[in-house]
């Protein structure tokens, strides 16, 4: 039997009311069908676009902190308060850290550098206003210039310096706060204090919130510190800093540095110790070559320092 006929009799034998109602639901159905267009067809054959990469990713890590992965370069970290947000750290700058920081929070966002090495400052053009510690301008000047700006992107992230960076004028960078030891950003029902902890760089803090205990370290308290690049200082200015930090380490319940996971507060004896083997000259460090050049890597018990052997101890 053809699927006419079997349709004209399957119609002859509903009832008249049944029969329009049968129909409406048929024509209901045709009225939900989206039939190709030239346009469907058109793109159809057309090579599929490539997608925009994910660049930040972010994971909540307890206590109103966030931190923020600069596609796998360096770490930021975003904290909220009940009144504000404090964002540490801008990355290297190839994508809008502004939007993406706003898109985890609806507070008012301050923001800050820990230091101003290109893959910690590098965002800071999104940002209207950025607090640095006053002896930290010098070093923003020198590594976020165009220069070694296409520097970073070559050796650290092999591929050129995005547009968004290459066409910036010196109007497009934001204004400065400078800050000192001592400085307390109040977010509401939440104080970050700022801590002056140079060696890696002049102008180098950690921040610590005084209510969870975290403290946001940068390139300061971290797996290997690194106090070789240009305008770092001194391996003794290093151990200074840190023994700023160990007066509070019975405040203190973890460490969040600008690379790598977090660490715990046993950390720092070990970083403390390995400042203090380089400075009584019990460890004379191996060679050791970074992207930036030759200098000697002293190791102590699962922390590290790369070290310049001319600048260990501080001039008369």
Known sequence: MTSARTAHLFLDRLSPNRL????????AALLTVTLPTTADAHRRHQTPRAQTPVWFTHAALG????????????????????????LVDTGVGFADINAYARSLTDLPLLVVNSH??????????????????ADEPETLAHFTS???????????????????????????????????????????????????TPGHTPGSIVLHDLGSGAM???????GRAWLHPP???SVEDFLMGLERIEARKDR?????????????????????????????????????????GAALLCEYEGAGIVFDPERIHNPD
């Open 20 to 27: 329009t109602i049968c129909l409406h639901g048929l024509v």
């Open 231 to 233: 305008l770092a200082t």
């Open 252 to 292: 203190i319940t973890r460490f969040l540095p600008g690379h790598g996971e977090p660490l715990p507060v046993e950390f720092l004896d070990s970083l403390i110790g390995t400042a203090e083997a380089i400075l009584s000259g019990a460890c004379e460090g191996e060679s050791h070559t970074t992207h930036i």
């Open 146 to 196: 165009k220069t070694n700006m296409r520097h970073t992107y070559n050796a650290f992230l092999d591929r050129p310096l995005p547009e968004r960076l290459a066409r910036l004028e010196a109007d497009d960078y934001p204004e400065l706060t400078l800050i000192q030891e001592g400085f307390v950003f109040e977010l509401g029902q939440r104080n970050i204090e700022v801590l002056h």
């Open 216 to 222: 946001l370290t940068g390139d300061t308290v971290i």
């Open 116 to 133: 101003a090495h290109p893959d910690h400052a590098g965002g800071n053009t999104d940002f209207h206003h950025v607090h640095l510690h």
């Open 63 to 86: 206590d109103g902190i966030w931190t923020i992965s600069d596609n796998g370069v360096d770490r930021m970290y975003l904290v909220e308060g009940q009144t504000h947000a404090l």
